[in-house]
Every structure is written in structure tokens, then in C-alpha cells.
């Protein structure tokens, strides 16, 4: 069934030329963090000196609520660390932001679970890669199993329903999703799974972490079977080439409902893209958040219709959109080409035929702490909430569909 607006134009074609407010907005509050996953994404653990103010964070809730943006995923680093964190949400609440925030779960105490539970705007997601101790511990450091549970406990003692266990699929825990699923079944929470893309500090561990086709192909399999009981976002679009499109958003939505706000105010076009390529601007210029988000020349570029380029041939590509934009940049592929996890192969040639001698871009801003070891992995043999901020990209919205 695809989504339609007033005038029989298809959605995902509004989407491809933009809207004129987000619809999935992460704010990094800080890079700050207690642990150093391997995986991470911002490649997080200094705290940046040139935050964003509260005054100046409160100014961007104040956009965001003029532009009508219903929710904001704010992440990290460690959100909770922040000491105006909670004024924060506090205040995006009382200004029409509903907020959900990624969180370690490592300051979820029972005071603080109680808090949350009380509040119809706010969600919390908890990370947690591993439904064993030994999967996950390995790739988020020794002990984060035991601190995600408990904070799960706290809230489930709390009575909040509802709140997500986020996952990033990769080699090591692609044979757990039936696990997963039944832990968030045991706290009525609702499993999130996430792409892992070669970002940060993921770049270093991509190419021994993501998923092998055969896993690709089994979880393209189990999410046709569980999709609707599971949050994807605009993960895993580039599974449809196997056939059937998954539920959520079946393109990269960077640049046209999809953005990010760092810690410093630089806005990129994904939470995966953080790189000068896909810098925008910054919400400390003139016109602020809403000048970048409606008046960038990259934003303007990734709006206008793309023709697929060497994918435009294949008969798959209206399922797949050639794929993530980040994980073809970051491991050295052309933007118009294949993605590198391709299911067709594509990816797979076009990674092997790589000019070795030309550098792959690296992420911008290594925040690691000096000497703080990422954790290292070693080689294994195994293999919709009804809260206003939920994570489907149209949560909010009042759309007609046909």
C-alpha cells in the first residue's frame, strides 16, 4: 500500500525532493561518553569545548518548534551527561518537541525511570548489541550488558511500556534477533534494529563486522516476518532488491527528512554522514537551523531527482535507491554506484576493484579519550508505541493512503 498526498502525489516522491522540516532529526548533545565501543558511530568520548550552549540549544528547540518538527532523537556520546540535560528536555517538551534519547542506560536509576514513565513526550532507547552478556560485552565493553538490563529493569518496575532496544546488526548477532525480539517482548519494550554502517569509529571494524550475505538474505527473511513488530527506519532499504520492500522508509533519506545537529551546532545531511562532504552548516550562522535545513546548496543537491547512475540499469533499483549514501563514501565507492552490501554482488565487485592506491575517506573528529582503548574484538566462531515520538519516520503525521 503506498502512502499518497492531496493530489495523488506519491510520498516517497515528496520525500526525494524534500520537506520543509525534518521528520527524523538527531541532535548530538555531546560527545561525551563513559564507554568506547568499537562501533561508535561519532567515534565519542571527549567532550568538545565548543558546545552548544543551553541558551543556544534552547534557541534551536525554539526553531524546531516554528518549523513544526514533532520529535527529536537526541544522542551522543552520553546524553545524560550533559548537566543541562534534563532542563533540555524539559524544555523541548514544553515547547511541542516530543524527544526520544539514546542512552547506555548507565544513569537510568529507579528516580529517573519513575520520571520517564510520568511523561507522554519523552522515549528512551537503550543500546544493548549482544542478547548475551559474551556477544555484546565484546563490542561495547565488559559490563554494558549488565548496566543495559538493569536499566531496563528500572523501567519496566516503572511501568514504561513501550521504550526501545536498540541493536545494530552486525556478524556476531545476526543469529540473536529471535532473542532480541523476546527481550523486549519480557520488558514490553519494542526492538529497534539499526544498520551498522562503516561510521567513526565503525569504520575501523566494518569489513569484520557486517553482516555476510547469507546473514543478510536470513534477516532480510525474519524482518518480512516480524517487520511490523520492529523499528527499522531507513535502514535497511537496500534489502528490497531481494524482492519485497520492508516496512519504513525505503530510501536514504539524508538531506530530504533526515538530518543531524553535532554537539558544536554543524549540521550534516545523516548521523552516518559526518564527513565536510555533507557538511550544510552550522545553527550558529545567521538564520539558523531552519536557514541550513531550507536554503543549502547540499541539501538543494541531494533533493534534486537522482538517476541512479551505474545502478540505474538494474532492474532492482526503485526497490533498492542504490543504497546507503555513508556506507558506499566511507568505504571508497562512487555516490552513483552500488551499495557495498549490494545483494546482487555489486557491492562486493566494486569493493575488490578499489584503486588501492587511493586513500578511503575517513570520519571527521576522532573524540576517543586518550588512552582509553576502544574495546578490541576478538575473533568469534560463531557467526508502533503510541507515544508522540515513536520512532517510525511518519509518526505524527495525517496521511491518506491508497
Keep these: 500500500m503506498t502512502a499518497v498526498m492531496p493530489g495523488g502525489v506519491r510520498l516517497i516522491d515528496q520525500f526525494e525532493r524534500g520537506l520543509d522540516a525534518p521528520i527524523c532529526l538527531t541532535w548530538e548533545l555531546t560527545y561525551a561518553c563513559n564507554l568506547a565501543c568499537a562501533h561508535c558511530l561519532s567515534s565519542s568520548g571527549r567532550r568538545d569545548p565548543g558546545e552548544l550552549t543551553t541558551a543556544e540549544c534552547e534557541a534551536v528547540i525554539d526553531e524546531l518548534e516554528a518549523m513544526q518538527v514533532f520529535y527529536v532523537n537526541i544522542g551522543g556520546g552520553e546524553p545524560t551527561v550533559r548537566r543541562d540535560f534534563w532542563h533540555l528536555v524539559d524544555y523541548a517538551t514544553a515547547h511541542h518537541v516530543g524527544v526520544k534519547f539514546s542512552t547506555n542506560g548507565s544513569r537510568i536509576t529507579p528516580a529517573v525511570a519513575a520520571r520517564l514513565a510520568a511523561s507522554d513526550y519523552v522515549d528512551v532507547q537503550i543500546s544493548l548489541d549482544g542478547a548475551t552478556a559474551e556477544v555484546n560485552d565484546a563490542l561495547r565493553g565488559e559490563g554494558t550488558y549488565a548496566t543495559a538490563l538493569a536499566a531496563m529493569d528500572h523501567l519496566a518496575a516503572a511501568g514504561f511500556e513501550g521504550f526501545k532496544l536498540s541493536v545494530v546488526v552486525t556478524r556476531e548477532n545476526a543469529a540473536q534477533l ?210 508522540a515520538c515513536a520512532d517510525h519516520p511518519l509518526a505524527g503525521a495525517d496521511l491518506a493512503t491508497a
Design 178 to 387: 529471535d532473542d532480541f525480539l523476546a527481550l523486549a517482548d519480557r520488558y514490553r519494550a519494542q526492538l529497534r534494529l539499526t544498520r551498522l554502517r562503516p561510521s567513526g569509529r565503525g569504520a575501523d571494524v566494518w569489513d569484520r563486522l557486517h553482516p555476510t550475505a547469507d546473514q543478510q538474505r536470513a534477516l532480510h527473511a525474519w524482518l518480512l516476518r516480524h517487520g511490523e513488530r520492529v523499528l527499522t527506519g531507513d535502514s535497511f532499504f537496500h534489502l528490497g532488491a531481494y524482492g519485497e520492500s520492508l516496512p519504513g522508509l525505503n530510501l536514504c533519506g539524508a538531506g530530504r527528512v533526515v538530518c543531524l545537529i553535532d554537539p558544536v551546532g554543524d549540521v550534516y545531511a545523516c548521523p552516518f554522514a559526518i564527513h565536510d562532504r555533507f557538511r550544510a552548516g552550522n545553527v550558529r550562522a545567521e538564520g539558523g537551523f531552519t536557514s541550513v535545513w531550507r536554503e543549502s546548496s547540499l541539501f538543494a543537491e541531494l533533493r534534486r531527482p537522482d538517476g541512479g547512475g551505474a545502478c540505474s540499469s538494474c532492474g532492482h533499483f526503485d526497490a533498492c535507491r542504490g543504497g546507503c549514501m555513508a556506507a558506499k563514501f566511507f568505504t571508497g565507492l562512487p555516490l552513483d554506484g552500488p551499495d557495498p552490501e549490494c545483494v546482487l554482488g555489486h557491492g562486493a565487485a566494486s569493493l575488490a576493484d578499489r584503486d588501492p592506491e587511493r586513500a578511503t575517506p575517513r570520519p571527521s573528529g576522532d573524540h576517543s579519550v586518550p588512552g582509553r582503548v576502544p574495546v578490541r574484538l576478538a575473533p568469534r566462531s560463531r557467526p508502533v508505541t503510541d507515544r
